[in-house]
């Protein structure tokens, strides 16, 4: 593959495929080289060749879709190609809904619930794969990987895995140069320049300021309970879209009577009521009735917050087959992504059937965790391709745009700050409004009040006012 590539990168050199000079990308950033694969619609054989090594990229790495969509306009040629030679089919996103015929946005034919991998011709910030994601995720496809012939290496993969998308390159901008220094094409001090460029013109600060300084995009929890497939995600949607609140009691007491007693008081405030089963001190099952009778009651979901963490079958039985049954009462339930798929694998098999929903957790409030971003960012891949039982995410700050998923943020208090074992808080406003929350959990902050149904009803109004501020 190599010297495949190494021949279709000097015969673009050769093409004016790849020029030197000054030249202005987007953002306004002036660089000395500029790629650009549109000319390649004019040399067939070139065309062919590019398309078999993006095809080549997602092979090897064992990416598997039912259907490709090319960014508009640029890479629409080469995904054609991709999609005739390897007998994929193709679906094409407008840029702009018309006001004619079917006012699709997307177009061709996908069934709910297809794998698209986004096909690129470059990428620089990512931010044309990020809105072709977005169409294509709000059509009811599936989209963790987008495909570029290459990545100029200015932040642009790291900002698509924050998007839940992962980028596979067929070269770096790196390896391009080198590949054209070692065929004495361009010189050391070209090199050199182009590589103080990529430094210079980081494009992950951009996109902060800009997300930092325009008012967010947010789509109401009505529309994204329409577009939610999974039925646990759907449900949760519609009960903090028509009760209107966005709060989760974190309940972590030690008795069923005080576990009832706060939900049927704080019950009409809430969407989801967390519990840790296991610190019942006098847990009987016919608790599992009562709390059962209170959600149906207020119409709030039940989330017992195991932290599932073993092999597959080890997490199947205790969730079907422990001592609580967890999978037969609980809507939502948590895991932990460190021991891999198979920690999936073993709740969906139980869970799934009863339409049972997962946060993963990718974040956890408490100071000095272990939680890197390269972790989290294992954690949202790992969601994006479990979607069909995964919900959405434990974190700190929003950490996946894909409306269909929740950022649930927890360690909120009104004041915020930080208690005496390490716990860190956050403000039910920030934790919306800043860190891009979703559903906020609070538990001291209300367990400990002195009239908890008051206390629910301020943090609900705090965060459901700091969700709407956005719309």
Request: contains cysteine.
């Amino acid at each position: 593959m190599e010297k495949q590539l190494a021949d279709v990168v000097l015969k673009l050199h050769d093409i004016q495929g790849v020029k030197f000079g000054t030249f202005t990308l987007k953002y306004g950033m002036r660089t000395p080289i500029y790629v650009d694969l549109r000319v390649t619609i004019s040399f067939p054989d070139i065309l062919d060749a590019v398309g078999d090594l993006l095809w080549n990229a997602l092979e090897q790495k064992e990416i598997n879709c039912e259907v490709v969509c090319g960014v508009p306009y640029g890479a629409l040629p080469v995904a054609t190609c991709v999609s005739v030679k390897q007998h994929v089919p193709m679906l094409f996103r407008r840029k702009e809904v018309k006001g004619y015929g079917t006012r699709k946005l997307v177009e061709g034919k996908f069934n709910q619930g297809d794998r698209c991998v986004v096909v690129e011709d470059v990428v620089v910030s990512g931010q044309s794969i990020v809105e072709t994601a977005e169409a294509l995720r709000q059509s009811g496809l599936r989209v963790s990987d987008a495909v570029v012939f290459l990545d100029r290496e200015q932040g642009g993969k790291q900002i698509l895995a924050r998007e839940g998308i992962t980028l596979h390159s067929v070269v770096t901008l790196t390896h391009l140069l080198e590949i054209l220094h070692e065929q004495g094409k361009v010189n050391s001090e070209m090199m050199e320049e182009v590589k103080q460029f990529q430094k210079e013109n980081q494009c992950l600060q951009i996109i902060s300021n800009e997300v930092l300084t325009s008012k967010p995009k947010t789509r109401t929890f009505g529309e994204r309970a329409l577009m939610a497939q999974q039925p646990a995600a759907k449900q949760l949607f519609n009960v903090i879209h028509e009760k209107k609140t966005n709060l989760a009691f974190a309940a972590d007491v030690s008795s069923c009577a005080k576990v009832l007693e706060l939900a049927d008081k704080v019950g009409p405030y809430i969407c989801i009521l967390k519990i840790h089963i296991e610190l019942l001190q006098d847990y009987t099952h016919d608790f599992i009735h009562k709390i059962q009778e209170l959600s149906t009651k207020h119409r709030f979901l039940i989330y017992e917050d195991h932290k599932y963490s073993d092999i597959g079958s080890i997490v199947n039985r205790q969730y079907e087959h422990g001592f609580y049954g967890v999978v037969d009462w609980a809507h939502i339930t948590n895991a932990h992504p460190l021991p891999g798929p198979a920690v999936l694998n073993g709740l969906k098999k139980s869970g799934l059937p009863k339409q049972r929903g997962c946060f993963l957790i990718a974040e956890m409030s408490s100071s000095g965790h272990l939680m890197t971003q390269d972790y989290v960012d294992f954690a949202l891949r790992l969601g994006e391709l479990n979607d069909d039982f995964v919900i959405g995410f434990v974190c700190q700050s929003r950490i996946s745009s894909n409306p269909r998923l929740i950022n649930i943020i927890s360690g909120i208090n009104l004041q915020g700050g930080k208690d005496n074992m390490g716990q860190q808080y956050l403000s039910p406003l920030d934790a919306v409004t800043k860190k891009g929350g979703d559903v906020i959990v609070v538990g001291r902050g209300i367990s400990e009040s002195s009239d908890p149904a008051e206390a629910a009803k301020k943090y609900r109004d705090e965060a459901f006012k700091a969700y709407e501020t956005l719309l």
